[in-house]
């Protein structure tokens, strides 16, 4: 049994990474007006944000679609894969795992297995991550995805923007909680729900004072688990305040590992510029 594993653009896993581990990763598509770029493909990070800098009108995305799976499906069977495990952007902000657990029943030629990370980013990065260090090891579907529920369920995460005016325009989060958080002048803290939803989490006046309530979230997941932990830090082109994040989290927690990754253009266009996330979960690499 022959397990291959793909992700989208969102989990922004870095090509030599993903060539590492072989994990296919398909673009979402990102549109300025009339003009579409894949994401990742036909336009880079530092280009989208030069591109949102000058637009008139703001970006918008579009799902990967299941003509883009059918054709990874068929590249995969032809190179003697047996099944696929698809780790996507949470169901809750998009509804392209429902789309694809639809068509997954009508592909012959590969076994298609859905999984809804419920998350973005680096936590979505680090179930495909899992998925395809264990697949490399010649694990397949059937131990595999009993063990992204596991990591799935140790996920935590904490997004802080600088407006919610992205999230509300592109209907990510709900109006009452964007008009809150703006009339107040805070930096709003979200979170995903149980659903895979972008709720709200807290409320912080500036930066760093989200950050050390991170801390204090964080301490309490350390104290309560004995499994290894790793913390990712994402940010939207606000590389002064990664560094600092990240200086920060390996003073209040030197043995958990810790990782850092640019939020995608994909989820940029939702987020816009200058946020700012930590995920910690179990460390994938330890599992």
Known sequence: MKTAVITD???????????????KVLPITIIFGTTQYRDGVDITSREFLEKLAAADQLPTTAQVTMQQMQTAFDELSAAGYDEVICVNLSSGITSFYENLVAYSRTVTNIKVYPFDSKIASAGEADL??????????????????????ELRDSINVCLVVDSLDHLLRTGRISSTSAFV????????????????????????????QALAKILD???QTVTDSDSQMRVSIVNADNPKVSHEWVAAIKARFPNV?????????????HTGEKAMGVVWDKDWEAL
Do not use: C, H, W
């Not at 991550?129 to 009993?146: D, F, H, R």
């Not at 850092?260 to 940029?268: L, V």
């Open 217 to 219: 979230r964080i301490d």
């Open 257 to 269: 590992a810790v990782s850092t990754y640019e939020i995608s253009p994909a989820i940029t266009v």
């Open 128 to 149: 495909a991550l899992l998925a395809g260090s264990m697949a490399l090891e010649g694990e397949n579907a059937k131990t595999i995805m009993p063990r992204l529920v």
């Open 9 to 23: 653009s969102a989990s922004y896993l870095d090509p030599k990474v993903a060539a590492q581990y072989k994990i």
């Open 181 to 208: 958080g703006n009339l107040l002048k805070i930096k709003p803290m979200l979170t995903f729900d149980d659903a895979g939803k972008i709720v709200p989490l807290e409320k912080a006046r500036t930066m760093k």
